[in-house]
């Protein structure tokens, strides 16, 4: 995802859940609080509509941001999933991909850990919410691929990064 948006005014840092809101509403990104230190929004992919949450822990000074693509994973195809989940993690620097054990949910995790002031800039709150939705519109190919394609995860995998390369 490129934020070709315009750039909003925020010198200062801020409490990681509140900057998170700032930037979301500042790209007109639909998104709420679900407590005080927990936001839900929705962005736009490439591929799907991505639900990001960003929990912030105080007592350890650590962000937590999920992106969930919608995606489920049905048991039948669980365990070529988990080794394509394998091989894709290998292709991160941050963060990496999961399944939620209660439903079969795919998503992206990152965790950033902030300083003892537990405040987030806005360069780092348009940073990884840029991230986590880059990963899931790399790699949201390979993972329908093996569930809907009848892939094998290597070949899911390669041709995810065929076609991701070969965009424009």
């Not at 799907?48 to 000074?61: C, F, K, P, S």
């Not at 039948?76 to 963060?95: D, F, H, T």
């Not at 880059?134 to 995998?157: H, I, M």
Request: proline share 5%.
């Amino acid at each position: 995802m490129r934020v070709n948006e315009p750039e909003f005014e925020r010198d200062d840092d801020a409490a990681p859940v509140d900057m998170l809101v700032s930037l979301f509403e500042a790209r007109g990104w639909p998104c709420e609080y679900v407590a005080d230190d927990e936001i839900s929004g929705e962005i736009q992919g490439s591929w799907a509509n991505y639900q990001l949450r960003g929990i912030w822990r105080a007592e350890d000074h650590v962000l937590q941001l999920l992106c969930l693509p919608e995606v489920r994973v049905p048991p039948g195809k669980r365990a070529a999933v988990v080794e394509l989940l394998a091989l894709v993690n290998e292709q991160l620097w941050l963060g990496h991909f999961d399944i939620w054990s209660n439903g079969g949910v795919l998503l992206y995790r990152h965790g950033i850990m902030l300083g003892d002031d537990g405040l987030l800039s806005l360069g780092q709150a348009q940073a990884v919410v840029e991230a986590a939705v880059n990963e899931c519109d790399r790699f949201y190919p390979a993972f329908q691929f093996v569930l809907w394609g009848d892939k094998s995860p290597t070949e899911a995998l390669e041709g995810a990064m065929v076609d991701a390369a070969g965009e424009a």
